[in-house]
């Protein structure tokens, strides 16, 4: 057990049986979320990746799918990697600082992604090394976040993907409202614990992620990677993706896509009264006889009951969408907080 998983047991928390920290219970941890309550959560789904030397910053413009050049510091963007055929192996939170970029992904795939990365170096004055054990991931939400935030001494933007230096470290407004803090060991140690000293309430893996989920911000995982094009997972929406860079693996056909109206999925928010899955199929009535997408990430909102972020095929959505089988439990939509696009 390392630093960080003792002070997590030490203060209540403990892993379930597929990994996810909890503290008091998912439940309840959810509904002070979601009541607007100040709340924190230790990270541990997530990993960090930190692409470090001198030919980092040409490294990274040819192999995800943002304009890091526009990375100065001061802000963050989303990103996605992608293989040769334009699916996502990785989608990615991406800032700088100093002459370093880091990359925050799912941890069940970090590993992995770094591996693959590191292949591509080749000659490259180029370092990729994992640092969620150097740098531990805090995120902090709710309606007096950046007062309670201060009173510690940690300073955040005001602005979603603005990033401010604080503490050693990080601090990222994100889309969902929530910051991300990126802090060396020992500080995020002494900052959750100041955090309990204010009486800030502890969450655990999955009530965290309702965030992203009401955001419409997708993680791919091990169960969907190379299952969607950047835009079907709608991160041409986010700022993932830029249209006016050089060559990455899948550019051309991330391109066709957005330029020949090639793209008939997209991801949409649901909620289910089922037992759903990460990569479980969909399906419609309009188009009888085949799958038309796929179960992105959910969080369990009830007994039963799931929310879900899930790409279809934007023409069938308003036929209704049904979980497991033709037969199965069907969705009921819930919005996105931007704008989709009209089909193609």
């Known amino acids: 057990m390392d630093e960080w998983q003792a002070w997590c047991s030490a203060h209540g928390g403990h892993f379930d049986a597929v990994g996810r920290l909890v503290f008091e219970g998912h439940a309840r941890e959810l509904q002070a979320a979601r009541d607007g309550q100040t709340v924190f959560s230790p990270l541990t789904q997530f990993a960090l990746l930190r692409v470090s030397g001198a030919d980092a910053l040409d490294f990274l413009q040819g192999q995800l799918s943002s304009d890091l050049r526009e990375l100065n510091g001061t802000n963050a963007q989303y990103s996605s990697y992608s293989s040769a055929k334009g699916r996502m192996l990785a989608s990615f939170l991406v800032w700088r600082q100093g002459d370093d970029f880091y990359l925050m992904l799912s941890a069940d795939i970090a590993d992995a992604i770094q591996k693959r990365l590191s292949m591509f170096v080749l000659r490259s004055k180029v370092k990729i090394e994992r640092v969620d054990r150097e740098y531990r991931l805090l995120g902090v939400a709710g309606e007096a976040a950046i007062d309670v935030l201060a009173a510690i001494g940690l300073i955040v933007p005001s602005e979603a993907m603005l990033l401010s230096e604080t503490a050693g470290g990080v601090a990222i407004r994100q889309r969902a409202g929530s910051y991300l803090l990126a802090l060396p060991e020992m500080t995020a140690l002494k900052s959750a614990s100041a955090l309990l000293d204010k ?23 091990r169960p969907t990677q190379e299952q969607f094009v950047p835009q079907m997972a709608n991160m041409d929406l986010i700022g993932a993706v830029s249209f006016k860079k050089g060559c990455y693996p899948g550019q051309e056909i991330v391109a066709r896509t957005q330029y020949l109206g090639k793209l008939k999925r997209r991801l949409f928010r649901a909620t289910v009264a089922a037992e759903v899955a990460v990569g479980d199929a969909l399906y419609s009535p309009s188009v009888p006889g085949q799958t038309i997408g796929m179960v992105a990430n959910i969080v369990r909102t009830g007994e039963a009951q799931m929310e879900l972020l899930v790409v279809v095929q934007a023409a069938a959505w308003e036929s209704g969408i049904f979980v497991g089988s033709p037969e199965g439990v069907r969705l009921s939509p819930l919005t996105l907080p931007y704008d989709l696009p009209a089909s193609n």
């Open 199 to 221: 009486a800030v309430r502890p969450i655990g893996n999955q009530a965290w992620d309702a965030f992203d989920i009401a955001a419409g911000i997708a993680w791919v995982t």
